[in-house]
């Protein structure tokens, strides 16, 4: 079984940071693309950003400059770096990942997501 377990979600001025963290678990030989998505309210998800195995990233435009995706490949975690929160940022946000499981397989796995509130 794998899972993604994200942490560091929470309440936030606008202004203020959050950091989230994914940890993935389980027989995992490797992990490809991992990234950010988040939802709102009535809002279809879309993409905050990815990040490669060799570290390439990608971002939307609304967070550009503002947020930073990264990963610890030994640790098998991703992050994402949180700046300058707006008030469009509060969304529930998931992790993805794209996995190498046992059976020699590559999979996508999602975490069960994080709720960001940002609110003065």
């Known amino acids: 079984q794998v899972q993604l377990v994200e942490s560091g979600g929470g309440f936030v001025q606008p202004g203020g940071s959050l950091r989230l963290s994914c940890a993935a678990s389980?027989?995992?030989?490797?992990?490809?693309?991992m990234g950010w998505y988040r939802q709102a309210p009535g809002k279809q998800r879309e993409l905050v950003a990815t990040?490669?195995?060799?570290?390439?990233?990608n971002y939307a435009d609304s967070v550009k400059g503002r947020f930073t995706i990264s990963r610890d490949n030994y640790k098998n975690t991703g992050y994402l770096q949180m700046n300058s929160l707006k008030p469009e940022d509060p969304a529930v946000y998931y992790c993805?990942?794209?996995?190498?499981?046992?059976?020699?397989?590559?999979?996508?796995?999602w975490g069960q997501g994080t709720q960001v509130t940002v609110s003065s």
């Open positions: 993805h990942a794209n996995i190498l499981i046992r059976t020699l397989t590559w999979r996508d796995y």
């Open positions: 389980g027989s995992i030989f490797s992990i490809n693309a």
């Open positions: 990040i490669t195995i060799g570290g390439s990233t």
